[in-house]
């Protein structure tokens, strides 16, 4: 197996678990907050820091994330429920 791959997958591997571990959290500490916010709203939380930006849509949310905090790890949370998309890249 090629070694960068396998570097990469590592990598993947290490950012799609701390994501998965850290971004329900994240929503779990902010869930007074977001209960405030309507129903369908996308919120895109930073992994790392805890910061959040919303949006009306997934494109919206993920858009106003890149802008704000670049390629980190994120974790996306629809209010109410829905969807969520763990990872990114770090």
Do not use: Q
């Amino acid at each position: 197996m090629d070694d960068d791959f396998e570097k990469r997958r590592l990598h993947l591997c290490a950012v799609t678990e701390f994501a998965g571990r850290t971004g329900p959290a994240w929503v779990e500490k902010f869930e007074p907050e977001l209960s405030k916010l309507p129903v369908g709203t996308v919120v895109a939380i930073n992994c790392v820091t805890g910061e959040y930006v919303t949006g009306k849509g997934l494109s919206e949310a993920s858009d106003a994330f890149e802008s704000r905090f670049g390629k980190t790890v994120g974790w996306i949370h629809e209010v109410g429920g829905g969807f969520f998309v763990g990872g990114g890249i770090a």
